[in-house]
């Protein structure tokens, strides 16, 4: 069945350092993609999805790239900021839901 | 920005209890979700609605069940709390037909069973 595999956190970074959260996902088809975001004390919100190989999302200076031929959508981001501490959800749109990852938390210390 | 609310936003109650999680969304959004969330981890389906009058069960078992009477309301309602039901809920819509779905989530209720 379909699955989505993240990286394990927390992910602890210092202020304008360089992001990197693997995805990777198992699927039939062509699936859309999508990154979503939790800060702490509020609801997940959508921060970027692709919805065809070779597709790049991007929002608030995070991308990712929908890889088919390594079935992979990694966030990238360039400098983060302590702004940028949540948890980061990788999911794929499969028939009537989206399968989720375990989710990724992200610590930005000053 | 998102107009979908969930209340309570906090429950501690005993075990045994009837309680019913509020869901209300504003943008008019044909589909409806319930995610079970423990901290730190992955979401889980429990039920969905694609409108009025459907309901289907998700991938995670629930002793809860749901109505949709509405479009707008999607309550979640569990008849007998036990404390394995602690837990977060979240509720979230999308009114996405195509591909590239996008939901919208509510802020989660929190539920301490004890």
């Known amino acids: 069945g379909n699955s989505v595999t993240q990286m394990e956190g927390p992910v602890t970074l210092s202020e304008e350092a360089f992001l990197t959260i693997n995805c990777t996902y198992t699927?039939?088809?062509?699936?859309?993609l999508f990154w979503y975001v939790q800060y702490p004390g509020e609801g997940l919100q959508l921060l970027l999805k692709a919805t065809k190989a070779d597709d790049k999302g991007s929002n608030k200076g995070f991308e990712a790239t929908y890889r088919k031929e390594t079935t992979s959508f990694h966030l990238e981001k360039g400098s983060v900021q302590v702004s940028d501490s949540a948890v980061y959800f990788c999911?794929?749109?499969?028939?009537?839901?989206?399968?989720w990852g375990a989710g990724t938390k992200l610590i930005i210390k000053p | 920005e998102a107009d979908i609310y969930q209340t309570p936003r906090y429950l501690v109650i005993g075990t045994g209890k009837k309680i019913t999680l509020e869901c209300s969304q504003t943008?008019?959004?044909?589909?409806m979700y319930w995610y079970q969330q423990d901290p730190g981890m992955e979401l889980h389906l429990i039920h969905y609605s694609y409108g009025v009058n459907s309901t289907e069960k998700g991938d995670l078992s629930s002793e809860s069940t749901v109505s949709r009477i509405r479009t707008e309301h999607f309550p979640l309602t569990l008849e007998s709390a036990r404390p394995s039901h602690t837990s977060q809920y979240l509720c979230?819509?999308?009114?996405?037909?195509?591909?590239?779905?996008?939901?919208?989530f509510g802020s989660g209720t929190q539920l301490s069973v004890l």
């Open positions: 699927a039939t088809g062509y699936p859309s």
């Open positions: 999911a794929l749109d499969s028939n009537y839901q989206l399968i």
């Open positions: 943008m008019g959004h044909d589909k």
């Open positions: 979230a819509s999308s009114a996405d037909r195509d591909r590239g779905r996008k939901l919208f």
